[in-house]
């Protein structure tokens, strides 16, 4: 497959959307959204002053933005303008937007803030949230007590919506009739943002292999949980390099399984599916440039 990586001027491209006229825009961890052209010339567009996360695009062209730190954010390409859609979370992720312009997104925890996500990893509150903003503004809980509220997506046709739950690597899925069930359980890693793309499947970034240590941690003792995630970060259990995303389809069945060279990039936190090139981001970026690597697909 073709392979590349593209340096964003900015650590951790977390995740990626692509705009109708081909633009892909990102976010990085000084709170810049950057603009990649075709021709992978990188600018940048906004600044949010937060931590943009999930990006998504809204019918009036303008950017959704999951700010981790300021919440749920209106983003103007060209002008730069911010409007406030939803605050009141603690770690505000991704997002998927229905026709009608209804917003459903993920607050990870009511505990642990971004800085703390590995805490979130292994003490496992459950106390992330999914939620809907209609377009009349008002915010509604759909589901609570999640594993570590992740990436969203909505099916194709619009009849669910689909949380990733990275701590308990599965994907639940939220019937807009009120019935919850899974899309998927028991993933071979640690699921990020998912996207519905334009095939029709939802694709999920798994960020990190299944690790043995972190689920025996997750089953241990609050206490040790707790005191594991205050050692130094560098005695902590950490994401093995992986680069790998999967497709699945309304029925959960799998479509795709696709992995790659992990020495340039690695830690794929966001992933969409676009004409058939998969674009890809990350928390984690090579040295101190954010990445974006393009597989051709098909």
Not at 18 to 47: K, M, Y
Not at 122 to 141: K, M, Q, S
Not at 276 to 293: E, K, N, Q, Y
Request: hydrophobic fraction near 40%.
């Amino acid at each position: 497959m073709d392979f590349r990586v593209i340096a964003v001027p900015g650590h951790g491209a977390e995740d990626v959307v692509v705009a109708p006229g081909g633009s892909v825009f990102t976010g990085s961890e000084d709170g810049v959204i950057h603009r990649v052209a075709s021709d992978g010339r990188v600018t940048a567009v906004a600044n949010t002053g937060g931590r943009p996360l999930g990006i998504e695009l809204l019918p009036d062209g303008r950017l959704l933005v999951c700010d981790a730190r300021r919440g749920l954010l209106a983003v103007d390409p060209s002008s730069g303008a911010i409007e406030d859609l939803a605050g009141g979370m603690r770690f505000c992720n991704n997002a998927a937007v229905a026709a009608d312009g209804t917003i459903y997104f993920s607050d990870s925890s009511t505990v642990h803030t971004i800085d703390r996500w590995r805490a979130e990893m292994v003490e496992v509150t459950r106390t992330g949230r999914l939620l809907r903003r209609t377009p009349d503004g008002a915010v509604t809980v759909l589901r609570d007590r999640l594993a570590f509220a992740n990436g969203v997506a909505l099916a194709s046709d619009e009849s669910f919506v689909a949380v990733a739950e990275t701590a308990a690597r599965t994907v639940a899925r939220h019937w807009l009739t009120g019935r919850d069930d899974f899309l998927v359980e028991g993933l071979p890693g640690y699921p990020d943002n998912i996207a519905r793309g334009s095939d029709g499947l939802i694709w999920v970034s798994i960020a990190s292999p299944r690790d043995p240590v972190v689920e025996r941690l997750q089953r241990s003792p609050v206490w040790i949980r707790r005191l594991i995630t205050r050692i130094p970060k560098s005695l902590q259990p950490a994401p093995r390099r992986t680069v790998r995303v999967q497709a699945y389809d309304n029925d959960g069945r799998l479509v795709h399984d696709l992995t790659g060279d992990s020495t340039q990039f690695h830690m794929v936190t966001g992933v969409r599916e676009h004409n058939g090139r998969i674009w890809m981001g990350s928390l984690l970026a090579c040295g101190d440039l954010a990445a974006l690597p393009v597989w051709a697909g098909r």
